[in-house]
């Protein structure tokens, strides 16, 4: 390992503690690739599952391989919807779905989780709905705290998401958060989960390599 992955691996250490305490149930992996066997070992074959936009899920290969053994799990796919109508009907069921995976845009080092979203309906199934959201993180995203989080989103994760998604927000442009008001914004709803009210609910599985935005 490098130094810099010993470190995480130390300070997932601290964090696991933290979000232990708080009803998580958290775990360290020192690659995507283990990360992707310690999902698979929590997602009951048989289940239903559903999803949020994530760049580090399609990192880890995650939704590939929910994708290509549908003989074991049946999968909502957001990307098939045609109309806002058909996203809606998705975003529903996805809400009764037995696991919701995720990222998640930050967590600090005491253990909280921080997102900011568009829609709403990646952090709206976390907080409520479905029997358990499996979210995979890089240590890339430690913030010492809730305001540096929320510094760190806006700074360097909503910028290149506009990118990613081909929105012309100013952000977009300049790299660096305009404060707009534009009905393109990603960056309408803010959620800080503290705790879980229900263990073995939110499973929280961080890597020791830099994924996602």
Known sequence: MTPKQEAWAIQAGHVIKQMERRHFNAYYCSTKEEALTKA???IEKGSVIASGGSATLGEVGLLDYIKNHSEDYTFIDRSIAKTEDEKRQIHAKAILSDYYLMSTNAFTIDGQL???DGNGNRVSALCYGPK???IITGMNKLV???DAAYKRIRQDACPPNCVRL???NPCSKTGICGECM???SICDLFVT???SRYPDRIHVIMVGEELGY
């Open 40 to 42: 698979l070992s929590i």
């Open 166 to 168: 081909g929105l012309t």
């Open 193 to 195: 989960t503290r705790m």
């Open 132 to 134: 358990h959201v499996v």
């Open 144 to 146: 010492p705290s809730v």
């Open 182 to 184: 534009s009905t393109s």
């Open 114 to 116: 921080v997102n900011i």
